[in-house]
Nanobody
Framework: QVQLVESGGGLVQAGGSLRLSCAAS????????MGWFRQAPGKEREFVAS????????YYTDSVKGRFTISRDNAKNTVYLQMNSLKPEDTAVYYC?????????????WGQGTQVTVSS
């Protein structure tokens, strides 16, 4: 089992930037895909971005392409989400996650979440 701890959330004005961090411990971090999800009030949790452990490829939901960047540092067992040009609609609790051995995100490991609030 992997333990994940997010940090870096906060309150920022529209147009500003934040960087989220997710520190992982447990099974070999470098063999895991990692991702960020978010859940806004009254809405379902949605995928934001992920990075593939095999290829290093990154994936983003359309609404954050060009504004958010996911990266990982295997030496530090940490994944980051750099968020630029933030919009009020980015307001949500952001969760770091890694899928289970079958590649299922829902059944994988999740952090406790960190609040991001973007004011207009």
């Amino acid at each position: 089992q992997v333990q994940l701890v997010e940090s870096g959330g906060g309150l920022v004005q529209a147009g500003g930037s934040l960087r989220l961090s997710c520190a992982a411990s447990g099974r070999a971090f470098s063999r895991s895909a990692m991702g960020w999800f978010r859940q806004a009030p009254g809405k379902e949790r949605e995928f934001v971005a992920s990075v593939s452990m095999s290829s290093g490829n990154t994936y983003y939901t359309d609404s954050v392409k060009g504004r958010f960047t996911i990266s990982r540092d295997n030496a530090k067992n940490t994944v980051y989400l750099q968020m630029n040009s933030l919009k009020p609609e980015d307001t949500a609790v952001y969760y770091c996650a890694t899928p289970d051995v079958r590649g299922n995100w829902t059944d994988g490991s999740w952090g406790q979440g960190t609040q991001v609030t973007v004011s207009s």
